[in-house]
């Protein structure tokens, strides 16, 4: 029988492992010295570098609709600490350093969230798609990401109205598993973010334009069935562009596909069988 970790020995255990991590994270950030952004303006820099949109309440196989309900709220109270923060040359955006921990207290609710694997739910729910969207606008920029994790290689819903390229997506939890960008150039760059009730809007804009824009699309995409498990494929690029002449320059290999699909799978999916 396989020895259990110490965090899976009960809830209790699997919480101070928690808060254990969360203070070694406090402790790197303070040794490393790291310059997070601080500032934060209510006048927009001028130059739209990109916006988009993502729907708030979506269906997601089985998923209580409630919960959707409660992340709207979540969303809501998230984004007050991030709009209109400026991110300097030499700066480092995160997530959990503006948000801080969403708790009850403080007004969150209790919205879906991934553990091992799994939908489940906690009070703060639904963070995960916030640092989606910033993700999606950072990688049509010249900002670095120096943190940034996946949901371990897993398809948890079918496609509802999908925008953006499978396997674009980011896992955070408070504040060990955060998402991060730094600002290696010399331009400045703001983010600004609100719901208006329906869609969670965002826009990246900076102080003066980009050499280069960004396209991202998704090259290969099929179902395939391994040994009895169904995975999703494909890979996903970036392109490098010439602003003034709309030339590609590069096309960059950012994420190979190979996730276990965690939903039933239907006939139009068209599986194809490998030994």
């Not at 927009?44 to 997601?60: E, G, M, Q």
């Not at 919205?111 to 640092?131: F, N, R, Y």
Request: hydrophobic fraction near 30%; charged fraction near 25%; proline fraction near 3%.
């Amino acid at each position: 029988m396989k020895r259990k970790l110490f965090c899976e020995i009960s809830p209790f255990t699997y919480r101070i492992s928690v808060e254990k991590e969360i203070l070694k994270r406090h402790l790197r950030d303070f040794t490393k010295k790291v310059k997070f952004a601080k500032e934060r303006t209510k006048d927009s820099l001028p130059t739209v570098i990109y916006r988009h949109n993502s729907l708030i309440r979506r269906r997601l196989g089985n998923v209580d609709m409630q919960l959707q309900e409660n992340k709207a709220v979540n969303l809501a109270l998230a984004v007050k600490h991030i709009d209109g923060l400026l991110i300097h040359p030499g700066e480092t955006f995160s997530v959990w350093k503006q948000i801080g921990r969403t708790t009850e207290s403080r007004g969150y609710k209790e919205g879906l969230t991934i553990t091992h694997g799994k939908p489940a739910k906690g009070i703060g729910g639904g963070m995960c798609q916030l640092s989606n969207l910033i993700h999606w606008m950072v990688l049509h920029s010249d900002l670095t990401i120096t943190e940034h994790h996946h949901h371990d290689a897993l398809d948890l819903f079918p496609d509802h109205g999908r925008q953006i390229p499978f396997g674009t997506g980011t896992s955070i939890s408070y504040n060990y598993i955060d998402y991060r960008v730094q600002n290696n150039t010399s331009n400045t760059y703001q983010l600004r973010l609100w719901v208006d009730g329906e869609y969670l809007c965002g826009e990246l804009r900076a102080t003066t334009p980009q050499e280069h824009t960004f396209h991202i699309h998704a090259e290969n995409e099929y179902f395939s069935r391994e040994d009895g498990v169904v995975y999703r494929n494909g890979k996903v690029y970036r392109d490098v562009i010439n602003r003034e002449t709309g030339e590609c320059l590069d096309s960059q290999l950012i994420r190979t596909n190979h996730a276990k699909v965690m939903y039933e799978c239907t006939p139009s999916m068209n599986i194809i069988e490998k030994n």
